[in-house]
């Protein structure tokens, strides 16, 4: 199928770059009220120059509410180009399970969080997409 590449929907155009972040020296009692009040369970742990240090997942947000962020978080969590294929990318994550992904520039920037079910609905077109088109 001609053009067919060019239409691939990107990680770094599918992401949200709304996704909640906060400082390593935060409290988690902060930031976990803060990221529930716009609807998140997750926060990306980053310096201030946007560079992704490490993850708030539901699990790290239960524990110790005085601890830091950075103490709370995982860290170094697995991280995607922006340039990489959404679709490909949401199978990858339903396969290992992951709940989103931060999408980072080279230089660990953050773009935005790919969510799993963003990434699977592609995953699902596009199969959809073989499956009548051939």
Not at 90 to 95: A, F, R
Not at 117 to 133: S, Y
Request: hydrophobic share 40%.
């Amino acid at each position: 199928m001609e053009g067919e590449k060019a239409d691939v929907p990107r990680a770094g155009k599918v992401a949200r770059a709304d996704a909640p972040t906060c400082l390593p020296g935060e409290r988690v009692a902060a930031v976990k009220e803060r990221i529930e009040a716009v609807g998140w369970n997750t926060c990306v742990v980053v310096n201030e120059q946007q560079v992704v240090f490490g993850i708030l997942r539901p699990k790290q947000l239960e524990g110790d509410p005085e601890r830091t962020a950075e103490e709370a978080m995982a860290p170094g969590p697995s991280t995607f180009r922006p340039h990489v294929d959404a679709a490909d990318l949401g199978e990858y994550m339903v396969k290992h399970d992951l709940p989103n992904a931060p999408i980072t520039t080279g230089d660990g920037i953050l773009v935005g969080v790919l969510l799993v079910e963003d990434a699977a609905r592609l995953a699902l077109e596009r199969h959809g997409e073989h499956e009548h088109g051939g």
